[in-house]
């Protein structure tokens, strides 16, 4: 099976579990990437999009349908994430093609701050809910993923691949339990919580 054929089957899989099992966190799931998504994410990195998050987008294009934004009292529009966003275990969202942009921005500006912490060829693809500083980063190769945290995505160590990130969450949804995380429905939400 190839690494785009294994994303579109653990992918396959989390949706379907989502579905079946949490009908108002399925909500909150997007439809695809469209040409015009990805084109704008490309030129957005400065470099073409892996193929194998091409095709995770092309498939979802991230899990924030629900979310909203909020104006503060001095005018800035904040994004404002729906709980049932939350889609991976420990609070984690999938991110879509404008969010990458986003968070990308956003870790690169850090990265200013405090050198080393991020490079340009690294891609968020699962971010916190709270839009604290840790995730998974899918290099630009799109051969390796990274888990990152405030300290540095360096620090810790890289998964396989996309696909067998994705196909652990999927094993883990369908099994019950995920590292010590486990998935239960309430209200039809997906909450994951630590056994």
């Keep these: 099976m190839s690494e785009n054929e294994e994303v579109q089957t653990a992918w396959r899989r989390i949706a379907r579990w989502i579905t079946a099992n949490a009908p108002s966190t399925a909500q909150a799931l997007r439809g695809p990437a ?3 998504d990805i084109a704008g994410l490309r030129d957005a990195l400065g470099f ?3 193929d194998v998050l ?5 498939a979802n294009n991230g899990s924030g349908a629900k979310d909203t934004t909020q104006t503060l009292p001095n005018g ?4 404002v994430n729906h709980v049932d966003s939350v889609i991976f275990p420990f609070g984690k969202v999938l991110l879509g093609c404008e969010e990458i942009v986003e968070a990308r921005a956003q870790m690169l500006d850090m990265a200013q701050e405090a ?3 991020w490079e340009p060829h690294l891609i968020p693809v699962i971010w916190d809910f709270e839009r604290a500083y840790y995730g998974y980063a899918l290099d630009a190769s799109g051969f390796r993923v990274l888990h990152y945290a405030e300290v540095s995505p360096r620090e810790t160590d890289p998964t396989t691949s996309l696909g067998e990130l994705l196909t652990s ?3 883990g949804m369908d099994r019950g ?4 995380q486990r998935p239960r429905v309430v209200n039809g939400s997906l909450r ?4």
């Design 48 to 50: 073409e999009v892996p």
């Design 76 to 79: 800035r529009v904040v994004p």
């Design 169 to 171: 969450f999927a094993d």
């Design 192 to 195: 994951w919580h630590e056994e």
């Design 115 to 117: 050198e080393g912490y």
């Design 54 to 58: 091409e095709a995770l987008l092309r």
């Design 177 to 180: 339990n995920w590292d010590v």
């Design 34 to 36: 469209t040409d015009e």
